[in-house]
């Protein structure tokens, strides 16, 4: 349940018209938060090439790119701080500020900065409207140059971007907000009771927003309902079964598992299940403050807040701040209780599985050491105390589940504990690895057992990779290092020299221009990779730029020495 229950308990008699309300764009969009493109960190110590494209001055520079889809208020929002002293006063610091495109350099036009009295060191970097198509799913740069007067300023100085915007309904600007609700038919034992919602503004997905599950419970001691329902936040954060339940993180789809001890329904035998998009999360209902009107919410049985049969229309929308308005509610729809859930002792599912292991190496690759982190799964799915977790790790991804094996009792568990805390929480092991080579790769997973012996789906696969610290090295002419003569004839004329046989040197050919495909193959799907980790996965911006990258040899070069 979500934290602020006793206040969402004061709505259920918003919740009598809500299904019936009306939400026109315009009134939605205003609910609608500014979500963050990118984050970056720099210090002029380390940006110090970024002159090499700032007209020889200092600067900072952080790329990231915009979807067309969230091209509306774009805003950069930099925090300057100087080691050992004052934060500085950004105005008098901040020379200019400058949006450009990352290959060729055009600035991008409309954006304006802004300075804060509350805070000196900040500046915002805005833009009113919508910014151009053309300037969309591409890298972009931007640059900030300051006037600091001596190098050390400059050195010691670190700048913290934060890049924004809002959601562009481009072609549906007057569509309405609406949210569907699914969950299963029946409430039973080892299948997971999960509550999905989808939030749409017309066809188009809508994340970050705010989005609550009302679960009424009927009983037969409780013919008249006066049992006040259950409230639960429903996320979109990827977490898994192990929490919410979601699949996938800002996908504009919303989850959350309920147990049978989550409604309190011992007696029940059916729920009701509405979702419900709400404005504000932290806020209290205000049901006296509508325009010009002081009297109570409405409901379907008298005032209905969107009325029909006048020529202008108008919305009823509680004018003050600080209230939780409703936005917009599915259709309610039931659900049946197995009665097997309500028996003593009977266990509900097994503990939902980890999705968030994460390993990274301590120290020298020959130590062995590595840190392994993830969050508690429960008893039952997402909730409660697992019974025992079973953490392994291997160089071969076969057979992973069945390899090395740690243990809480493990003698190579150097600090941390495998030991159970409630789901939710954070865990953390420090493991030396036994007989590891280097230079290798090894991979982790780990499951969890429940106190009826049910074991979790595996976790995601989590991998370090140990190198032996030999230099890398790049570009040498292989003549020097052999000492051979150098020969320019054409790579074709070499073999040719080498075989008088035409059909070996056709064959020969074939095979370099298979090994070229793969290597350039692998190439793209690095510089793939690496475009999705600055642009996000789920962005289309992404095929688009790699499908340019494929046919245009003078852009791929460009984005191989930025990337690769």
Wanted: charge should be negative; aromatic fraction near 8%.
């Amino acid at each position: 349940p979500i934290p602020c229950v006793p206040c969402l308990l004061r709505l259920t008699d918003a919740f009598q018209y809500a299904t019936q309300t009306f939400i026109p764009g315009n009134v939605g969009d205003k609910a609608q938060a500014q979500q963050v493109i990118w984050k970056e960190t720099l210090t002029g110590l380390h940006s110090m090439g970024c002159k090499d494209t700032n007209d020889g001055k200092n600067c900072y520079k952080t790329t990231f790119t915009i979807e067309k889809s969230l091209n509306k208020n774009v805003t950069i929002e930099a925090l300057l701080s100087i080691q050992g002293k004052p934060p500085p006063d950004a105005q008098e610091v901040v020379d200019k500020m400058a949006v450009k495109e990352d290959v060729s350099q055009a600035e991008v036009e409309g954006f304006e900065a802004s300075f804060s009295t509350e805070a000196p060191n900040f500046i915002e970097f805005g833009h009113a409207g919508i910014v151009s198509g053309s300037h969309t799913q591409q890298l972009l740069g931007v640059y900030l140059t300051p006037n600091y007067t001596t190098p050390t300023d400059y050195a010691r100085s670190t700048v913290q971007f934060t890049v924004s915007g809002k959601r562009n309904f481009a072609g549906e600007e007057d569509a309405d907000y609406w949210v569907s609700c699914d969950h299963p038919s029946i409430m039973k034992p080892d299948e997971p009771f999960l509550i999905k919602s989808r939030v749409m503004r017309g066809t188009t997905p809508v994340n970050y927003a705010n989005v609550v599950a009302k679960v009424t419970v009927s009983r037969a001691d409780d013919e008249d309902g006066d049992i006040l329902p259950r409230f639960f936040e429903l996320k979109d954060d990827g977490s898994g079964d192990s929490g919410s339940g979601d699949e996938t993180k800002n996908d504009g789809t919303y989850s959350t598992i309920v147990s049978p001890e989550d409604l309190q329904a011992d007696d029940g035998f059916g729920i009701s299940v509405m979702c419900n998009l709400l404005e504000s999360s932290d806020a209290e209902w205000n049901d006296n403050n509508f325009w010009g009107k002081k009297e109570s919410l409405p409901t379907q049985d008298s005032f209905t807040p969107y009325c029909c049969g006048t020529k202008d229309q108008k919305w009823n929308i509680p004018k003050s701040q600080d209230v939780t308005k409703l936005m917009r509610s599915s259709i309610a729809s039931g659900a049946f209780l197995d009665p097997s859930i309500f028996v003593k002792g009977t266990d509900f599912g097994p503990p939902g599985k980890i999705a968030d292991l994460k390993a990274e190496i301590v120290g020298k690759s020959e130590a062995g050491v590595v840190k392994l982190s993830w969050t508690a799964t429960g008893d039952d799915w997402g909730r409660g105390t697992a019974q025992s977790y079973n953490l392994v790790y291997s160089d071969k991804r076969k057979g992973l589940m069945s390899s090395n094996k740690v243990t809480k009792d493990s003698k190579t568990v150097l600090s941390g504990s495998l030991e159970p805390v409630p789901a939710g929480q954070k865990m953390e092991v420090i493991l030396k690895l036994e007989n590891h080579h280097v230079p290798g790769t090894y991979m982790f997973a780990l499951n969890a057992t429940d106190d009826a012996g049910k074991v979790s789906r595996p976790s995601n696969v989590a991998k370090v990779n140990f190198h032996d610290g030999s230099p890398l090295v790049m570009h040498v002419d292989p003549h020097l290092v052999h000492g051979h003569a150098k020969n320019d004839l054409p790579f074709e004329e070499k073999i040719r020299r080498i075989s008088k046989d035409e059909r070996f040197v056709k064959r020969f050919m074939a095979r370099i221009e298979k090994n070229k495909k793969t290597v350039r193959d692998a190439e793209n799907n690095v510089m793939e990779r690496k475009l999705k980790e600055k642009m996000g996965r789920k962005g289309t911006s992404v095929d688009r730029i790699m499908e340019k990258i494929k046919n245009d040899d003078v852009l791929r070069d460009m984005y191989k020495k930025k990337l690769l």
